[in-house]
């Protein structure tokens, strides 16, 4: 089973600054590591595919990047809107795994 | 647009089984493109993949839950489902149904169960 390893757990930002998430995998994934955002009380809902890929109607603030085993959330910008748990994802194997999630919480 | 539903008692009994129906539109489960999805989330916790059914039948479970896990698809209803059987506390979680290509691209809102005598 691939591991993924999201730093840090808790991300505390102020309003138009840039965060950034980590997710190391235990193994090569290859491009196939995605990233989704999760609100409280809502289902998780897909930001961002294969590593970098932008996702319709997901704002442009949004980007990711890497390879191979280490991965980057990026969110420049930060709206209040933004505060939520965010989560990557490995499909390149089975089990599908995911990351422990990552709070962001907006100051 | 796809969305989907999940359906099914919020509260079992430890040791029954928890079923659970996930309702399709805006797509057919039988278009082959797709594998279904379930998906849990214990309270406070992180994301688990339980596994996920082809409109052919086959199925992929996650190894953990393999021995108490069975998914099927009903084509007539547009409908999949998931059995869990031997409930314990543990098993408390939001279940999600979702669609899968690689990625989980449409998700249901989430049903809550809870395993309480």
């Known amino acids: 089973e691939i591991v993924l390893t999201q730093s840090p757990d808790f991300l505390s930002v102020t309003p138009k600054e840039k965060a950034t998430i980590t997710c190391r995998a235990s193994?090569?994934?290859?491009?196939?590591l995605h990233w989704y955002q999760q609100k409280p009380d809502h289902s998780p809902k897909l930001l961002i595919k294969?590593?970098?890929q932008s996702i319709s109607g997901v704002p442009s603030r949004f980007n990711g990047g890497g390879t191979g085993t280490e991965f980057t959330l990026i969110i420049s910008g930060l709206e209040v809107e933004d505060a939520a748990t965010y989560y990557c994802h490995q499909s390149v194997s089975v089990p599908q795994t995911f990351g422990q999630g990552t709070k962001v919480e907006i100051k | 647009q796809v969305q989907l539903q999940e359906s099914g008692p919020g509260l079992v009994k430890p040791s029954q089984t928890l079923s659970l129906t996930c309702n399709v539109s805006?797509?057919?489960?039988?278009?082959?493109?797709?594998?279904w999805s379930w998906i849990r989330q214990r309270p406070g916790k992180g994301l688990e993949w339980i596994g996920y059914i082809h409109d052919t039948g086959s199925t992929i479970y996650t190894p953990s839950l393999r021995s108490r896990v069975t998914m099927s698809v009903d084509l007539s209803k547009n409908q999949f489902s998931l059995r869990l059987t031997s409930v314990t506390a543990a098993d408390t979680a939001v279940y999600y149904c979702a669609r899968y290509f690689y990625l989980f691209d449409f998700w249901g809102q989430g049903t809550l169960v809870t395993v309480s005598s």
């Open positions: 193994e090569p994934v290859g491009s196939s």
């Open positions: 805006g797509d057919s489960i039988n278009s082959g493109n797709y594998y």
């Open positions: 294969y590593t970098s």
